[in-house]
């Protein structure tokens, strides 16, 4: 078992906030696929790493859960590639740690 973790932004590279529908849709897209999914959006996290000039950048992120049985890798390269389109963003960050489920 796999849990997948997705981290969106929640500001544009304007600072401006991006719409609840987005968020609305990826929810929807990842339960129809997983069967659910937990968002963590009341208490956004707050993320930074270096640019490739090397000046520190930083942004709010919300976190969203999907519990996975094995992690399709080129779906999950193409949907990455549609959210980075979606929230305009050069890198969405998801990442996958195997899990053992209680």
Known sequence: MHLVQLFLPLYDN?????????????????????????AFLRSPAAGAWEDDRGAVQRDEVVLLEVMAEHVDHGWWAAYREDLQRRFRQDTVLIRASAVERL
Do not use: H, I, M
């Open 14 to 38: 304007a600072g401006s906030a991006f719409p609840k529908a987005l968020y609305d849709r990826v929810r929807t897209e990842l339960t129809e696929r997983f069967g659910g999914v937990t």
